[in-house]
């Protein structure tokens, strides 16, 4: 492999990593803080106007940022684990802005959103458990 495309995938195995284990710091407290803390994140779904089930959004959220973020950083079933991190950014971003939240406040749910697309696109790269394990979906 030429210098180039090797400091390319070292850039994005930084990168993924590094978003991946802050993305799944984020969601361990979510999924661990049980029902009240589901029933509180799934009741975002009502600005689309789902209004059931919230503790089971909820914990779809938990998961998606905690499980997620630790697929996302190996790069294992990486696109379905970016796909699931935009749907959960997508929410947190409508739910920011639904609020009448500042750049400030909402540009983290932006910026992860914009990383998270543009993964599904690029996939895990070359140093992935995707690449090793499961090359057809690399």
Do not use: C
């Not at 979510?30 to 503790?55: C, D, Q, R």
């Not at 089971?56 to 684990?81: D, K, N, Q, S, T």
């Not at 406040?105 to 992935?128: E, N």
Request: glycine share 14%.
């Amino acid at each position: 492999m030429r210098k180039k495309e090797e400091l390319l995938q070292l850039g994005w195995l930084i990168l993924r990593a590094g978003i991946g284990i802050s993305i799944f710091l984020h969601g361990i407290p979510k999924l661990t803080g049980g029902v009240e803390m589901w029933t509180y994140i799934g009741g975002s779904m009502s600005i689309f106007g789902i209004n059931f089930a919230p503790a089971f959004w909820g914990f779809l959220a938990a998961v998606a940022e905690a499980i997620g973020g630790a697929l996302f950083a190996l790069g294992l079933l990486f696109r379905p684990a970016a796909l699931m991190l935009t749907g959960t950014m997508v929410v947190a971003l409508a739910t920011h802005l639904a609020a009448g939240d500042d750049f400030m406040v909402f540009g983290h749910a932006l910026d992860l959103l914009i990383v998270f697309t543009g993964a599904i696109l690029i996939g895990a790269s070359r140093y992935s458990l995707d690449a090793r394990l499961l090359p057809k979906l690399a």
